[in-house]
């Protein structure tokens, strides 16, 4: 994202994924334009280790894709009789126990859960079609900016199957379990206007100041201090999950340690 980033080299360059570093902001880039950013277990093994791979310093992380399309889903080779080189195909995946199905799904959806760790903000900026897996990882990030070409879609019922790689959590917490259904279960398109009208998105800008508008929305995250940030978004992530009662005793232990912290009384 950041010019400065890109001079410093990439921590990781490899199976579609490039991480870089500038400071507290990373930036992990879909490096498959001409594949339109489709995904792999290879790819997911890069995410992983992107996520790995991430300085203490990092306080953000930006999620693009090169291209016009943010990611267009799983490479359709995984669904042929000989799938991908070195990969298991679905037709292999189907083979096993289901002890190990479980075990090898699992693995994959790591490429889609450490966004949300509460020492990060993770912002996706989202253009042309983030369909079925790309859907999902724009989901695994805490906010999402969208160009006003973007469209959402969830397709993986339309071709038998569910959406497994840890999007179902976010997507209903978003725009609520009915309309997260009917997207879901019709595989249609979800326009940028309407994802900004349904929370799944931030907000929408023209396509040519995506890279832009998350560059200074990347800045004013870095503005508060980052154990506040960190606090902040560990209350707002447990919120769904308490009563009334007990966010309220969150917000006062919270708060009691960002006091003594700032008095130098801290643990």
């Not at 190990?100 to 790591?110: G, H, K, R």
């Not at 725009?175 to 929370?199: D, K």
């Amino acid at each position: 994202m950041a010019s400065s980033a890109q001079d410093l080299g990439p921590v990781l360059d490899k199976d579609g994924v490039r991480l870089t570093v500038d400071d507290a902001i990373a930036t992990v880039t879909l490096t498959n334009p001409a594949k339109r950013n489709a995904q792999s277990p290879a790819l997911w093994r890069a995410l992983i280790e992107a996520g790995r791979l991430l300085p203490g310093s990092v306080r953000v992380v930006v999620l693009r894709g090169e291209g016009k399309s943010f990611s267009a889903g799983l490479d359709r080779q995984m669904f042929t009789p000989e799938g991908i080189e070195g990969e298991p195909s679905f037709i292999d995946l189907a083979r096993h126990d289901d002890a190990t199905l479980d075990a090898t799904i699992a693995a994959f959806q790591e490429a889609f859960t450490w966004w949300r760790r509460s020492d990060i903000v993770s912002v996706a900026a989202v253009q042309g079609h983030a369909i079925g897996a790309g859907f999902q990882l724009a989901l695994a990030c805490d906010l999402r900016v969208v160009a006003d070409d973007v469209q959402f879609a969830m397709r993986e019922t339309s071709l038998g199957l569910v959406p497994d790689l840890a999007g179902t959590h976010p997507l209903v917490g978003l725009v609520g379990y009915a309309r997260a259904l009917e997207i879901c279960a019709t595989g249609r398109f979800v326009t940028a206007e309407e994802s900004v009208s349904t929370g799944l998105a931030n907000l929408a800008v023209p396509a040519a100041e995506l890279d832009a508008t998350v560059r200074d929305l990347a800045g004013a995250l870095l503005a508060a201090p980052r154990d506040a940030v960190i606090e902040t978004k560990a209350l707002l992530r447990g919120a769904q999950d308490r009563t009334y009662d007990e966010q309220r005793a969150a917000e006062r232990a919270a708060q009691a340690r960002r006091l003594r912290d700032l008095a130098g009384l801290g643990e």
